[in-house]
């Protein structure tokens, strides 16, 4: 809602500098807030020395927000009661006051309620403005509004699902749990599982994440990479919906103390849509991530994944070659299974034998033949690839190279007459052959066997509701490698429109670097170059970097700047940031 600056003054100091209260004064709030857990302002605000108002006086001027003392009627305030659902206004003691292009102006108490603007701008589809109030004065606003009583309409999706009038605040056992999922009670719960899991669904999340907190349950949608608070639902609602989850992912329901993985298959608007469920023990009980397996995310086609003409000429050159090793390297969450998939997609004919080693299998393909890691029994990534091998597979999908072992068995394979896809968790292209060097794969081996190696990143397209940018951080610019003079008419920045949701961007596409081994490259890795070596041989050899791959993709208005350097640049543009506040 308003972003910490250095530099910025104390809410003391500045109440003091004002000549509201007395360093006394202060000094003793900041005890009794030390020992209670309350914020200064409050504090302050009880011990009689000061008003709320004063409070918020001082933390717009803090936070550099506007002041709105709400002293005016509401015809006069513009209060527009109809613009946020009652539920909401109630709950986080907030006001509409209208709208001005395109954008809600809201009446907030508190700066640093972050999660706030998230849920909102997601439940409303709107960009909003903030300005600060009284909260006594909001609060009072909202009883002249809507009265005092508690039954107010709601969006939630508590209200909309469960009958809130139902006292389930006594904590329960867990066989309590089963009797609320399982028993004649079910419905509100099984309503409320299925709607989270449809809206998610049809929403375009990738994830569905339910944390339990100390007083409540945060759900939050992954969508586009980004997590968007949907909802907080009751606390005393915890239990029944874990072990609803639970019992639908197939997993021990009474178990508690341990990490847990399942599956859930369920039918949204007629297609079969898998999850893969992943339960972790919290401090404030356990917490559950859905992941959405869609069938049709891995075959979009290689066009569609955001290659350059020039980048997929050579991606679809070194797939078909007959032998050697592709990597696809990146971290966690960059799309490397959905491309490496894509190329299977293209390659999958009756005329060749594919195989894969998976942990887990996400997505099932037709043709291929898919085997799940299982290192309970012994059905490791080495003893599956060793397996394979005696099947004369053409094409042998590893995914992912996690030891030395593992990439010994993988080279073999290369070396042999076999075409092997991995991957690999390294930030760049080059540091993947030093990481295969640090596992004790010999160098002569990595050198040979290797045939091109792929660094890539995901990130988000701006929506068709893109307009162009009109006033440049330059900053920003000469991080990405834009010069100034060619960004008006060609940068880009977001919108905002129903099909977005008011975000302005939809759909991710990757940026690329592809780096091809030749005599020079494998010279310098057999003799252990440095990373920094291989990539300015790389470089020389015409390699476009992940950050030259992202400038074309902004002049192009796929995506804006900012996007760009936040993977190509992450840790100068926080430097940046910092500098321009």
């Known amino acids: 809602m308003a972003r910490r600056a250095r530099g910025r003054r104390k809410i003391g100091e500045i109440l003091i500098a004002e000549g509201v209260v007395t360093d006394d004064q202060v000094e003793l709030a900041a005890t009794t807030a030390k020992g209670s857990g309350k914020r200064l302002g409050e504090c302050?605000?009880?011990?009689?020395?000061?008003?709320?108002?004063?409070?918020?006086?001082?933390?717009?001027?803090?936070?550099?927000?506007?002041?709105n003392p709400l002293e005016s009627g509401n015809?006069?305030?513009?209060?527009?009661?109809?613009?946020?659902?009652?539920?909401?206004?109630?709950?986080?003691?907030?006001?509409?006051?209208?709208?001005?292009?395109?954008?809600?102006?809201?009446?907030?108490?508190?700066?640093?309620?972050?999660?706030?603007?998230?849920?909102?701008?997601?439940?409303?589809?709107?960009?909003?403005?903030?300005?600060?109030?009284?909260?006594?004065?909001?609060?009072s606003l909202i009883d002249e509004l809507f009265g005092s009583g508690t039954a107010v309409a709601s969006d939630s999706l508590v209200t909309e699902s469960i009958d809130v009038s139902v006292d389930r605040s006594v904590d329960r056992s867990v066989d309590a749990s089963v009797d609320i999922v399982a028993g004649e009670d079910q419905a509100p719960i099984v309503k409320l599982t299925t709607k989270l899991i449809m809206e998610a669904v049809r929403g375009r999340a990738s994830d569905i994440h339910i944390e339990p907190m100390s007083d409540r349950v945060v759900l939050r949608y992954r969508i586009d990479g980004v997590c968007h608070v949907r909802d907080n639902l009751p606390k005393r609602m915890q239990s029944a919906l874990l072990a609803r989850l639970k019992l639908m992912s197939g997993v021990n329901i009474a178990e508690r103390r341990i990490p847990q993985d399942g599956r859930v298959k369920m039918t949204v608007d007629e297609q079969q849509i898998d999850f893969r469920v992943s339960i972790c023990p919290a401090y404030h009980g356990e917490s559950i991530v859905l992941r959405i397996l869609r069938p049709d995310a891995v075959k979009i086609g290689l066009i569609n994944l955001g290659f350059e003409a020039d980048h997929l000429e050579e991606f679809n050159k070194i797939i078909r070659r007959p032998t050697g090793i592709f990597l696809v390297t990146g971290p966690t969450g960059s799309g490397k299974t959905t491309t490496?998939?894509?190329?299977?997609?293209?390659?999958?004919?009756?005329?060749?034998?594919?195989?894969?080693?998976?942990?887990?299998?996400?997505?099932?393909?037709?043709?291929?033949?898919?085997?799940?890691?299982?290192?309970?029994?012994?059905?490791?990534?080495?003893?599956?690839?060793?397996?394979?091998?005696?099947?004369?597979?053409?094409?042998?999908?590893?995914?992912?190279?996690?030891?030395?072992?593992?990439?010994?068995?993988?080279?073999?394979?290369?070396?042999?007459?076999?075409?092997?896809?991995?991957?690999?968790?390294?930030?760049?292209?080059?540091?993947?052959?030093?990481?295969?060097?640090?596992?004790?794969?010999?160098?002569?081996?990595?050198?040979?066997?290797?045939?091109?190696?792929?660094?890539?990143?995901?990130?988000?397209?701006?929506?068709?509701?893109?307009?162009?940018?009109?006033k440049f951080d330059e900053k920003v610019l000469r991080l990405v490698g834009v010069d100034p003079a060619e960004a008006p008419g060609k940068v880009m920045k977001p919108g905002g429109c129903s099909k977005c949701n008011g975000v302005g961007f939809k759909g991710r596409k990757a940026i690329f670097e592809m780096m091809k081994m030749n005599a020079e490259i494998r010279d310098l890795a057999f003799s252990r170059a440095p990373?920094?070596?291989?990539?300015?041989?790389?470089?020389?050899?015409?390699?476009?970097?992940?950050?030259?791959?992202?400038?074309?993709?902004?002049?192009?208005?796929?995506?804006?700047?900012?996007?760009?350097?936040?993977?190509?640049?992450?840790?100068?543009?926080?430097?940046?940031?910092?500098?321009?506040?």
């Not at 009880?46 to 001027?61: P, Q, V, Y």
């Open 75 to 139: 015809d006069q305030l513009g209060i527009d009661k109809d613009a946020i659902p009652a539920d909401l206004i109630r709950k986080h003691v907030i006001l509409p006051a209208g709208k001005a292009n395109g954008r809600l102006r809201l009446l907030v108490h508190d700066p640093m309620d972050l999660e706030l603007l998230d849920l909102l701008r997601f439940r409303l589809n709107t960009e909003i403005d903030t300005a600060l109030a009284p909260r006594s004065r909001i609060q």
């Open 44 to 67: 302050l605000v009880e011990a009689g020395n000061c008003s709320d108002a004063d409070i918020a006086k001082a933390l717009a001027e803090q936070f550099g927000m506007s002041f």
């Open 531 to 581: 990373v920094a070596e291989l990539r300015q041989a790389a470089l020389r050899m015409g390699m476009r970097d992940l950050l030259g791959d992202g400038r074309l993709k902004i002049l192009s208005g796929v995506t804006t700047p900012e996007e760009i350097a936040k993977y190509a640049q992450a840790d100068t543009l926080v430097d940046a940031n910092m500098d321009s506040e």
């Open 340 to 470: 490496l998939y894509s190329a299977l997609d293209v390659l999958n004919r009756p005329d060749r034998k594919i195989i894969t080693a998976e942990d887990p299998v996400e997505y099932s393909f037709t043709g291929i033949n898919q085997c799940q890691v299982k290192d309970s029994i012994g059905l490791t990534f080495s003893s599956i690839l060793r397996a394979m091998l005696r099947q004369a597979p053409n094409i042998v999908l590893i995914g992912e190279i996690r030891d030395r072992e593992v990439a010994d068995i993988a080279i073999q394979a290369a070396l042999t007459g076999h075409l092997v896809f991995s991957t690999l968790h390294t930030n760049d292209a080059p540091s993947a052959i030093t990481r295969l060097i640090d596992m004790g794969v010999k160098p002569y081996l990595a050198a040979s066997s290797i045939q091109a190696i792929m660094a890539q990143r995901l990130i988000r397209t701006l929506c068709d509701c893109k307009v162009p940018e009109e």
